[in-house]
């Protein structure tokens, strides 16, 4: 057999395990976050787009793929929120790992900001409010202020991975359960 399918194959069953894994996560969940926000750079891949060639071939860091997939699979929607100075490298990186069909945005671009205009953009574009948004990145200032517009926000030492994706589900479900109990209650309206 030929040992670069032989890895393809390797990695495609790598990717479908891990793929189970995460829906058993996700089906631990009563509330579900309607739209996933990643961060690109150190969060789904392993390196700096700005720092890689568009000829190059690109790896995503071991569990992405298949938490992707999952997601998908749940009818839960993916976006991205990038602030790459080289987006036609991340978008050329995203083509050629197959991924780009999977996201509803795709908010690449260098911005001073944090990654508070990407999340005003995505929003704008999916009409999906910021309490229902769950989003990973590996950097705490974009954490900090993307938190402050009411998105879970999660922080990503190394790469997204299936403790990431508990943990953000975890602390998503807590925020959601914590809004509903200091809403008023409207189902007795002579109250």
């Given at each position: ?54 000829r ?27 602030r ?99 809403k ?8």
């Amino acid at each position: 057999m030929n040992p670069h399918a032989q890895t393809e194959r390797e990695m495609e069953e790598k990717t479908e395990k891990v793929k189970r894994e995460a829906l058993k996560i996700i089906e631990e969940f009563e509330v579900l976050p309607k739209l996933v926000v990643f961060d690109l750079d150190y969060t789904l891949w392993p390196f700096y787009c700005e720092c890689r060639s568009k000829r190059e071939m690109p790896s995503l860091y071991p569990h992405a793929k298949g938490i992707l997939l999952a997601l998908k699979e749940k009818a839960i929607d993916v976006a991205i929120a990038s602030r790459s100075p080289t987006a036609d490298t991340a978008i050329a990186f995203l083509n050629k790992l197959n991924l780009s069909s999977l996201f509803v945005a795709q908010e690449i671009y260098s911005s001073w900001t944090h990654k508070t205009d990407h999340f005003q953009r995505i929003h704008s574009r999916t009409a999906v409010p910021f309490s229902s948004m769950l989003f990973f990145d590996d950097e705490n200032r974009n954490i900090h202020s993307v938190s402050k517009m009411g998105v879970t926000s999660i922080l990503v030492d190394d790469g997204v991975n299936l403790e990431s994706l508990m943990s953000g589900l975890a602390q998503f479900s807590q925020n959601w359960n914590a809004s509903q109990k200091n809403k008023p209650d409207t189902s007795n309206p002579a109250a």
